[in-house]
């Protein structure tokens, strides 16, 4: 055979075959660091059931088509709600209040329970919904 005189100088490399050879190593090494770091036993302490200090407990007050206000599923009077939540503030001025409202509900009393609010100095107020059928 013939040795072609004009053969081609490669103008290009094929890097493919080391990219393949590069994500393997990679996956390999991905997989040996988890395992190994799951070796370490630990025993760990219990602690009580009492709920966390750290965290404010969020109040909900829910507002029903009839006009009914409850706070945390009970129902107040507006006079109970203010003093309610007045101690809830004095405690933690941060306190997140979410205000729930049926869609049929008098915008009157909406206004009041948030004229409420302010009164009392949340800090923390929202307003739930519901998302519509099929959208984001």
Known sequence: MK???????YDEINITPMLDL??????????????AVQGVKVALPTA????????PKTRVISVQNDGTVSLDATP???????????QAVAADP???VILRGDRVVQYDRIMQV????SKVGVGSLGLA???PPGGA
């Open 22 to 35: 590069a994500y393997v190593l990679l996956v390999i090494f991905i997989i040996m660091t988890t395992a």
């Open 94 to 96: 941060q306190v997140p």
């Open 3 to 9: 040795v072609s005189a004009k053969r081609k100088a």
């Open 114 to 117: 948030l004229d409420l609010c």
């Open 76 to 86: 107040v009077s507006m006079a109970e709600l203010q003093a309610q939540l007045g």
């Open 129 to 131: 919904s519901t998302r």
């Open 48 to 55: 009580s059931a009492a709920q966390s200090l750290s965290q």
